[in-house]
């Protein structure tokens, strides 16, 4: 009994098979897929322009042979923008941004009817080149150097503004990658550099030496000072004051030599000392 069951089952799978088969090749060309990251719009040739409904992401149908589905890829993707532009002062810089951006999805027939599929080839480099070129001409060299992050803030605001209101782009983010300038700005600017370490250097130099000349000036005012004291307690006590120096001297000396090893002698009743080797 349970045979039975089971090949009356296969039977009708296999027909049930046959006949899905000539169906899905039936429905075929009425099916189309928006994959993850993309939308879709279509062509209608009866009407003779693209529809203004935006298509999903997912399995749709569609009239083969009058419609046609264009997909987009509506991920965010980044270009770099190079260009050589003038500032302020009439140097030339070489800047490059980098551009992250995506379509406005809602507008995509619009897009097409307006730039094509490689609406990013025609639109992000125009933008960018027409927007830097504004901007850095506000600039000079070293303000592109010391204001960068100005320069970078406004050169954003400038392009997402343009982007969104006349190109139906969403601008996500925009950064400068590469700065230079010219090879005769950037040795002058070196040796700009130079210069300033080596004044620098010299204002140092200038103010030890005054250092220097205010110190010997005021060791110079004590040595007179005390020679001047000295000379008022000579005039005073006579050479007792000299006599009680060398005397304080010579217990000094005495002490440290009575510390040496290599003392062998002292003279009894002298004022002289002998050292001598054992």
């Known amino acids: 009994m349970a045979a039975r069951v089971a090949d009356k ?3 009708l799978v296999t027909v049930a098979s046959l006949a899905v088969v000539p169906a899905t090749a039936l429905l075929y060309p009425f099916l189309f897929t928006v994959d993850g990251g993309e939308r879709a719009i279509i062509m209608d040739y009866a009407r003779g322009r693209v529809l203004d409904d935006v298509v999903p992401e997912g399995t749709h149908i569609r009239w083969p042979l009058i419609q046609t589905p264009i997909i987009f ?6 270009r770099s923008i190079p260009t050589a532009t003038g500032t302020k002062d009439q140097q030339t810089v070489n800047i490059t941004l ?14 097409y009817k307006e730039y094509g599929m490689d609406y990013d080839e025609r639109i992000i480099p125009s933008i960018g080149n027409e927007v830097m070129k504004a901007v850095v001409a506000q600039y000079n060299a070293v303000e592109l150097i010391t204001q960068r992050a100005v320069v970078s803030h406004e050169i954003t605001g400038r392009i997402k ?3 969104s209101t006349k190109y139906n782009l969403d601008i996500v983010d925009v950064a400068i990658t590469h700065l230079s300038f010219s090879k005769e700005f950037t040795n002058a600017v070196e040796q700009k550099q130079v210069a300033q370490q080596a004044a620098e250097r010299a204002k140092f130099l200038v103010t030890k030496a005054n250092f220097e000349r205010e110190a010997a000036v005021t060791r110079a005012s004590g040595e007179a000072e005390s020679a001047r004291l000295i000379s008022d307690s000579l005039a005073k ?4 004051l000299i006599a009680l120096r060398k005397i304080q001297a010579s217990r000094d000396i005495a002490q440290l030599l009575a510390k040496s090893q290599n ?4 003279p009894h009743q002298t004022n002289f000392m002998f050292a001598g080797q054992r």
């Open 9 to 11: 089952f296969l039977r």
């Open 73 to 78: 890829d509506v991920r965010t993707k980044f």
């Open 98 to 111: 980098r551009v992250l951006y995506r379509p406005v999805t809602n507008k995509l027939p619009v897009i």
């Open 161 to 163: 503004q343009l982007a």
């Open 237 to 240: 006590h006579g050479y007792g």
């Open 263 to 266: 003392v062998t002698y002292l």
